[in-house]
């Protein structure tokens, strides 16, 4: 079967229109060029698609993420409405609207609506607006300000978090800590003083 073939058959099954090859006698095989306007016309009136609509199946808000891999490197600001992914070498500010995955030994101040590192170590500080995860081969060297924190690694630097801090028996905290609920695990090491914020009564 020929690419126009292929074309022809895929147009009818998915959406109904054009012509459907070898569908009557004497048919051409070829695909039928149908415009736009009638595959939306066409796909609505037989109930195929209610809303239907092509070439606008991403949301306007919605972005791809920025990925700097691993033998990259790039000094300066990365400012970013999406999603930040970096394995390679970055010193810098990361502003992002999405969330931030760290896999190697970076310099940066964090800005973003959450935070994973795995592997690796970050030397600066961190506002987010969710979650921050660290594993258990992870290092922050700065103050962070979360909403949630998890961590199984290391951090020298004051906490403050809004909501739950929980540290895994492998945690290492050398700093200040700022919370509204903490649960910790037999193992778990902490320099520091903690302050537990007065709940809110309804």
């Given at each position: 079967m020929s690419k126009k073939e292929n074309f022809g058959q895929a147009m009818h099954e998915m959406f109904g229109v054009g012509k459907e090859?070898?569908?009557?006698?004497?048919?051409?095989?070829?695909?039928?060029?149908v415009p736009m306007d009638q595959i939306k016309e066409e796909g609505k009136s037989k109930g195929n698609f209610a809303d239907f609509t092509v070439g606008t199946s991403i949301s306007t808000k919605s972005y791809g993420a920025t990925y700097l891999a691993e033998g990259t490197m790039m000094k300066g600001t990365l400012q970013t409405k999406g999603d930040v992914e970096i394995a390679g070498e970055f010193e810098g500010d990361i502003i992002s609207k999405g969330k931030v995955v760290i896999h190697s030994n970076i310099t940066s101040n964090i800005t973003a609506v959450g935070l994973l590192l795995v592997d690796c170590n970050l030397r600066g500080?961190?506002?987010v607006t969710g979650d921050v995860t660290l594993n258990e081969n992870s290092t922050i060297q700065g103050n962070i300000h979360a909403e949630n924190m998890a961590c199984s690694g290391r951090i020298i630097g004051d906490l403050d978090i809004q909501g739950n801090l929980s540290l895994d028996a492998c945690a290492q905290i050398d700093g200040n800590i700022?919370?509204?609920?903490?649960?910790?695990?037999?193992?778990?090491?902490?320099?520091?003083?903690?302050e537990m914020r007065t709940m809110k009564k309804n």
């Open positions: 090859p070898g569908a009557a006698a004497g048919a051409s095989a070829a695909a039928e060029i500080n961190v506002k700022k919370v509204d609920t903490l649960s910790v695990s037999r193992g778990a090491k902490i320099s520091g003083t903690i």
